[in-house]
């Protein structure tokens, strides 16, 4: 069988620091955990306003011990020229180029920024953001093709659209990384604008908070409701359909959601399921976790 990587979009270091899991806990085949940061209060900031208060020198050490990649993300669409001399966006950029023997990344939306930070930041590597919901498969393969990225999120919209994904190359394939669990209402028309909104709070501009109209909104997220989405991809869908069509890039989304849920999300895509019970009651026994 294929090998794969996993991207982890949460700022959780607890959860991935301890306890020790034995390497005959985990899912075989997993080749790379990668570990997204999020700074509070930063201006290049976009997907979720606010989070990220993980120190940035433990989240380098923690990484570098595991032989972690780590990306910062920096999704905001709106940016404007004035904004890409912000000190502490860039002395984040900084940091993670100059360390560890993995390479680091930057997740972006705007084209001006991937641009600065091409130009200022060579050794840092760049991903497509999600948030420019590229629900279009022609939009996403011109993205695909664009070679500024070494990955691309698509839409979760495009995660089941086999006929088309299927005609990429194999370079194509190697690029694309598959937003496994999102919750989102799967006919959304309002996901752009939702990110806008996040976009201009990280700005400072004091607007109310995106409305969502989804018919489920109140509940939030919940893992049982983002298994149910038609977009989601199990731990059976990796190892049956995308790792023999040759897809080895995914992605678990969790920033915001707390500990016990990223624990869960885990468990079921990380963690043997003979195993998991012993893991879950290693953390929970662990007085060092704040999991609620």
Request: proline residues 0%; hydrophobic residues 30%.
């Given at each position: 069988m294929s090998m794969y990587g996993l991207s982890i979009n949460f700022c959780c270091c607890s959860i991935i620091k301890t306890p020790p899991i034995f390497d005959r806990y985990i899912v075989p085949n997993i080749d790379g955990i990668i570990y997204f940061f999020s700074a509070l209060d930063c201006l290049w900031g976009g997907g979720r306003a606010g989070f990220g208060s993980d120190n940035p020198e433990e989240v380098l050490k923690l990484t570098q011990e595991y032989g972690i990649s780590?990306?910062?993300t920096f999704s905001n669409s709106l940016l404007r020229k004035e904004h890409l001399t912000?000190?502490?966006c860039n002395i984040l950029c900084k940091m993670f180029e100059e360390v560890g023997e993995k390479r680091n990344g930057v997740i972006v939306h705007s084209d001006l920024l991937l641009k600065y930070l091409e130009t200022n930041y060579p050794k840092l590597y760049f991903v497509s953001s999600t948030t420019k919901v590229l629900t279009d498969f022609n939009e996403f393969l011109q993205e695909v093709k664009k070679e500024d990225f070494r990955y691309v999120v698509p839409d979760f919209r495009l995660n089941k659209a086999f006929d088309k994904l299927n005609m990429l190359s194999?370079?194509?394939?190697?690029?694309v990384e598959f937003l496994c669990n999102e919750c989102c209402w799967f006919g959304c028309k309002d996901r752009k604008q939702c990110y806008e909104i996040v976009s201009r709070?990280?700005?400072g501009?004091?607007?109310p908070d995106h409305k969502c109209n989804s018919p489920d909104a109140k509940e939030g997220y919940r893992f049982s409701k983002a298994m149910k989405n038609p977009g989601f991809i199990s731990a059976n869908d990796i190892k049956k359909i995308y790792l023999p069509m040759g897809f080895e890039n995914f992605k678990i989304e969790g920033r915001g959601l707390g500990s016990a849920l990223v624990l869960e999300f885990l468990l079921y895509y990380m963690v043997k399921p003979e195993y998991q019970i012993c893991v879950r009651e290693e953390v929970y026994l662990d007085n060092m976790l704040d999991l609620f």
């Open positions: 780590a990306r910062l912000d000190k502490k194999e370079q194509e394939k190697n690029k709070k990280n700005l501009e004091m607007i």
